[in-house]
């Protein structure tokens, strides 16, 4: 089933929502690598960031509350890769399979497509198959498998990387 939510451009407004989505991913699972949970204002501060950069960072919105969010950011700081960007997407945990991460990423992918970026990269924790399944939906390709690079829960855990090229 898929769900028309409106979608905005992120505000500081937004941090508290942003870190009730958050918390979840870095209290109960391995999809972030973050320990510690963050509150309103670094995620604030972040969605700043990303925006000073000329990235896009999208929230979901339903019934008046944030729902999703889906971003871009630099993938590394030498001005060579500055036509890469890493993507990322977190839901509510009662938003799944509504298909709004899938509209989230539309969005972004446009926006990206627009600015004149090259490269879309996607991180992802393994396994996990659902964000697998959306990346590749969107033409990423796995491109990269980096073994027990991250330990968290006390065990160590493999990343790929999935790309897609825009032009």
């Known amino acids: 089933m898929t769900t028309a939510a409106t979608l905005r451009d992120a505000t500081d407004r ?20 973050e320990e510690t949970r ?26 008046g509350g944030v729902v999703g969010y889906a971003y871009a950011t630099t993938w590394r700081t030498r001005v060579a890769y500055r036509y890469c960007a890493e993507v990322t997407v977190y839901l509510d945990r009662g938003a799944f399979g509504r298909g709004l991460g ?26 996990n198959e659902a964000s697998v399944a959306l990346h590749e939906r969107f033409g990423m390709k796995k491109v990269a498998h980096f073994e027990e690079v991250g330990f968290k829960f006390d065990r160590w855990i493999d990343v790929g990387y999935w790309q897609k090229n825009l032009r």
């Open 14 to 33: 937004d941090g508290a929502a942003l870190a009730d989505i958050y918390n979840p991913y870095i209290d109960d699972t391995v999809v972030t690598f």
């Open 38 to 63: 963050v509150d309103a204002a670094e995620m604030s501060r972040r969605v700043a960031d990303v925006q000073r950069l000329g990235l896009p960072w999208i929230v979901s919105e339903e019934a």
């Open 102 to 127: 899938t509209q989230l990423y539309r969005e972004l992918f446009s926006r990206l497509e627009s600015s004149g970026m090259h490269v879309l990269l996607g991180c992802i924790a393994l396994p």
